[in-house]
Nanobody, 125 residues
Framework: QVQLVESGGGLVQSGGSLRLSCAAS????????VGWFRQTPGKEREFVAV????????FYADSVKGRFNISRDNAKNTVTLQMNNLKPEDTGIYFC??????????????????WGQGTQVTTSS
Protein backbone atom coordinates (compact mmCIF):
# COMPACT_ATOMS: atom_id res chain seq x y z
CA GLN A 1 0.00 0.00 0.00
CA VAL A 2 1.38 3.34 -1.05
CA GLN A 3 1.58 6.01 1.62
CA LEU A 4 2.65 9.63 1.36
CA VAL A 5 2.95 11.54 4.60
CA GLU A 6 3.52 15.28 4.69
CA SER A 7 5.05 17.17 7.61
CA GLY A 8 6.50 20.58 8.40
CA GLY A 9 3.51 22.85 8.01
CA GLY A 10 2.73 25.62 10.46
CA LEU A 11 2.16 29.31 11.04
CA VAL A 12 4.77 31.80 9.88
CA GLN A 13 4.94 35.55 9.40
CA SER A 14 5.16 37.09 5.97
CA GLY A 15 8.76 36.85 4.74
CA GLY A 16 9.46 33.77 6.81
CA SER A 17 10.39 30.25 5.77
CA LEU A 18 9.09 26.73 6.19
CA ARG A 19 10.33 23.36 5.06
CA LEU A 20 7.83 20.70 4.11
CA SER A 21 8.69 17.03 3.85
CA CYS A 22 6.96 14.17 2.11
CA ALA A 23 7.84 10.65 3.23
CA ALA A 24 6.89 7.87 0.84
CA SER A 25 6.48 4.12 1.27
CA UNK A 26 5.04 1.26 -0.70
CA UNK A 27 6.29 2.33 -4.11
CA UNK A 28 9.52 2.25 -6.09
CA UNK A 29 10.46 5.74 -5.05
CA UNK A 30 13.24 6.37 -7.55
CA UNK A 31 10.73 5.63 -10.32
CA UNK A 32 8.21 8.20 -9.16
CA UNK A 33 8.01 11.89 -9.89
CA VAL A 34 6.79 13.75 -6.82
CA GLY A 35 4.89 17.00 -6.85
CA TRP A 36 3.43 19.48 -4.40
CA PHE A 37 0.02 21.06 -4.76
CA ARG A 38 -1.85 23.47 -2.52
CA GLN A 39 -5.48 24.23 -1.91
CA THR A 40 -7.41 27.02 -0.24
CA PRO A 41 -11.12 26.96 0.65
CA GLY A 42 -13.35 27.36 -2.35
CA LYS A 43 -10.56 26.91 -4.85
CA GLU A 44 -9.23 24.01 -6.83
CA ARG A 45 -5.97 22.38 -5.94
CA GLU A 46 -3.13 24.16 -7.74
CA PHE A 47 0.26 22.95 -8.82
CA VAL A 48 3.27 24.25 -6.89
CA ALA A 49 6.34 22.21 -7.87
CA VAL A 50 7.47 18.80 -9.12
CA UNK A 51 10.74 16.90 -9.12
CA UNK A 52 11.65 14.06 -11.50
CA UNK A 53 12.95 10.60 -10.66
CA UNK A 54 16.56 11.48 -9.98
CA UNK A 55 16.08 15.04 -8.79
CA UNK A 56 17.70 16.72 -11.76
CA UNK A 57 14.49 17.92 -13.36
CA UNK A 58 12.21 20.34 -11.56
CA PHE A 59 9.30 22.58 -12.48
CA TYR A 60 7.68 25.37 -10.50
CA ALA A 61 4.53 27.43 -10.67
CA ASP A 62 5.30 31.00 -11.69
CA SER A 63 3.96 32.24 -8.37
CA VAL A 64 6.69 30.43 -6.39
CA LYS A 65 9.70 30.59 -8.73
CA GLY A 66 12.73 32.02 -6.99
CA ARG A 67 11.20 31.47 -3.53
CA PHE A 68 10.55 27.72 -3.32
CA ASN A 69 12.96 24.87 -3.93
CA ILE A 70 12.01 21.21 -4.34
CA SER A 71 14.53 18.41 -3.82
CA ARG A 72 14.55 14.69 -3.10
CA ASP A 73 16.62 12.10 -1.27
CA ASN A 74 16.04 8.71 -2.89
CA ALA A 75 18.03 6.96 -0.16
CA LYS A 76 15.49 8.19 2.39
CA ASN A 77 12.38 8.13 0.17
CA THR A 78 11.67 11.77 0.93
CA VAL A 79 10.95 14.95 -0.98
CA THR A 80 11.46 18.37 0.55
CA LEU A 81 9.87 21.68 -0.36
CA GLN A 82 11.86 24.60 1.02
CA MET A 83 9.65 27.68 1.06
CA ASN A 84 11.29 31.08 1.54
CA ASN A 85 9.94 34.63 1.58
CA LEU A 86 6.45 33.32 2.27
CA LYS A 87 3.49 35.51 1.46
CA PRO A 88 -0.09 35.47 2.75
CA GLU A 89 -1.22 34.15 -0.63
CA ASP A 90 0.90 31.03 -0.02
CA THR A 91 -1.53 30.02 2.72
CA GLY A 92 -3.27 26.72 2.14
CA ILE A 93 -3.16 22.98 2.64
CA TYR A 94 -0.12 21.54 0.91
CA PHE A 95 -0.32 18.04 -0.55
CA CYS A 96 2.40 15.87 -1.97
CA UNK A 97 1.58 13.52 -4.79
CA UNK A 98 3.43 10.79 -6.66
CA UNK A 99 3.32 9.83 -10.29
CA UNK A 100 4.82 6.62 -11.61
CA UNK A 101 4.81 7.59 -15.27
CA UNK A 102 8.20 9.02 -16.20
CA UNK A 103 7.46 12.48 -17.60
CA UNK A 104 7.92 14.90 -14.69
CA UNK A 105 6.25 17.83 -16.49
CA UNK A 106 2.96 17.03 -14.78
CA UNK A 107 0.91 19.96 -13.55
CA UNK A 108 -2.61 18.61 -13.16
CA UNK A 109 -4.15 16.67 -10.27
CA UNK A 110 -5.18 13.92 -12.66
CA UNK A 111 -1.54 13.37 -13.65
CA UNK A 112 -0.81 11.86 -10.23
CA UNK A 113 -1.55 8.40 -8.90
CA UNK A 114 -1.11 8.81 -5.15
CA TRP A 115 -1.75 11.60 -2.65
CA GLY A 116 -0.92 12.45 0.92
CA GLN A 117 -3.39 13.88 3.40
CA GLY A 118 -1.91 17.37 3.43
CA THR A 119 -0.32 19.78 5.86
CA GLN A 120 -1.52 23.29 6.67
CA VAL A 121 0.64 26.30 5.90
CA THR A 122 -0.50 29.68 7.14
CA THR A 123 1.33 32.92 6.45
CA SER A 124 0.23 35.94 8.43
CA SER A 125 0.67 39.47 7.10
Amino acid sequence: QVQLVESGGGLVQSGGSLRLSCAASGLTFNRASVGWFRQTPGKEREFVAVVGWLGGVTFYADSVKGRFNISRDNAKNTVTLQMNNLKPEDTGIYFCAARTEYAPAAFKETDYDYWGQGTQVTTSS
